[in-house]
């Protein structure tokens, strides 16, 4: 497989107008491009919507039986389509099928030979799909010939955000193993860790599947159908179902770009002053003073090459599943295990005071690079 990063993430929305709203008010992001019927997008309209390196696509359906309006009848807003930078999406495309994926859509040229764009859909669990995108010029048209771009692209890029560092998929008990051996039959990814965590009467298992350049992670979770029902269970309930549990962005200043996304509105989760007293302890010291970290609820850990700072948000949807991630990597390849309890611990709390947070577990257990 030559997939090399994240290329997009789409979301099915019920109102892509509110839910581009939300982004750029919230986050920042720019609307660069737009598709509808009259550009050859039949039955939805589409908003591609841009932040540093990180790039959103928004579609809601304008007809009930599109797929966009099924998919929200059954999972609420959410996830559909993870698209994969590839520098041969006929060949992987091919290579998927091959292996095991189910077609959704053939490869398709978009453009000419000056600005061409080829993709090719698979699918993988539950109404989430995977798009392998081949750019002759990266930073050319979206889908020229389907998306136009907006004049004068909105704003000023705020530059909080560079990257989509992780998703994090949420399974079905039991689903784990399928799953990762799929991602790497299928799309050619390789299994770097695994970690069972228990925390109270609750346990969850986590592997990790990434490509060798570390640009596309993903973290798998399950619960264990023995422990107690949690976090974990809440979002297959509301999701209907298995789905990317959330989105991790890479910044390279997590200081500046909590406190301005907290200004604008996103709920950052709190942790226990507890926590912050035992990281010298634990050995953690990164360059932010203990008291920024703690104002911001900013969790910091390390691995052998070097340190992380993330936090999560409560999420945004009205079913309380799909969630978001700010990440700093400090020469970290990894996760950090040990904030893994803190992460739980603070999400239960927030789910026994009746809030239904959405889960920041599972971003904590680490990849291996």
């Not at 907006?150 to 998703?167: F, K, Y």
């Not at 109270?200 to 490509?211: I, L, R, T, Y």
């Amino acid at each position: 497989m030559t997939a090399h990063s994240i290329d997009h993430v789409e979301f099915f929305v019920g109102d892509v107008n509110q839910a581009a709203h939300y982004y750029r008010g919230t986050y920042g992001f720019r609307v660069v491009a737009e598709a509808g019927p009259r550009t050859g997008l039949a039955g939805a309209r589409s908003l591609v919507l841009a932040h540093g390196g990180v790039r959103v696509v928004l579609t809601s359906a304008l007809h009930a039986d599109h797929a966009a309006a099924r998919f929200v009848r059954k999972h609420g807003d959410g996830v559909r389509d993870v698209a994969l930078r590839t520098t041969d999406a006929a060949g992987d495309f091919e290579r998927a099928v091959a292996a095991g994926a189910d077609v959704v859509a053939e490869p398709t040229t978009f453009g000419d030979d000056g600005g061409r764009v080829i993709r090719a859909t698979v699918a993988a669990t539950n109404d989430l799909v995977h798009t392998f995108v081949q750019r002759d010029d990266p930073s050319g048209d979206f889908l020229p010939g389907r998306y136009n771009p907006t004049s004068g692209a909105d704003t000023t890029d705020p530059g909080l955000l560079r990257s989509i560092d992780h998703l994090a998929l949420c399974l079905r008990p039991g689903s784990l193993e399928s799953m990762v051996d799929f991602y790497q039959r299928a799309l050619g990814l390789r299994h770097t860790y695994d970690e069972y965590i228990v925390v109270g009467g609750q346990a969850m298992a986590s592997k990790v599947v990434q490509d060798e350049t570390r640009g596309v992670t993903f973290t798998m979770v399950e619960p264990d159908p023995i422990s107690d029902r949690g976090q974990l269970n809440d979002f297959l309930d509301g999701f209907d179902g298995p789905g990317v549990q959330h989105v991790a962005y890479g910044t390279d200043d997590i200081v500046r770009a909590a406190r301005e996304l907290r200004s604008t509105g996103v709920e950052l989760l709190s942790t226990p002053a507890g926590y912050y007293a035992a990281l010298a302890e634990r050995g953690i010291e990164v360059d932010i003073d203990t008291t920024v970290l703690q104002e911001l609820g900013l969790l910091a850990d390390r691995d052998e090459w070097g340190q992380l700072v993330q936090v999560f948000t409560r999420s945004p949807y009205a079913r309380r599943t799909v969630f978001f991630e700010l990440i700093q990597r400090l020469e970290a390849r990894t996760f950090g295990s040990g904030n893994i309890k803190a992460l739980y611990e603070a999400v239960e709390r927030e789910r026994s005071d009746g809030a239904q947070a959405a889960v920041p577990v599972g971003a904590a257990a680490g990849a291996e690079g």
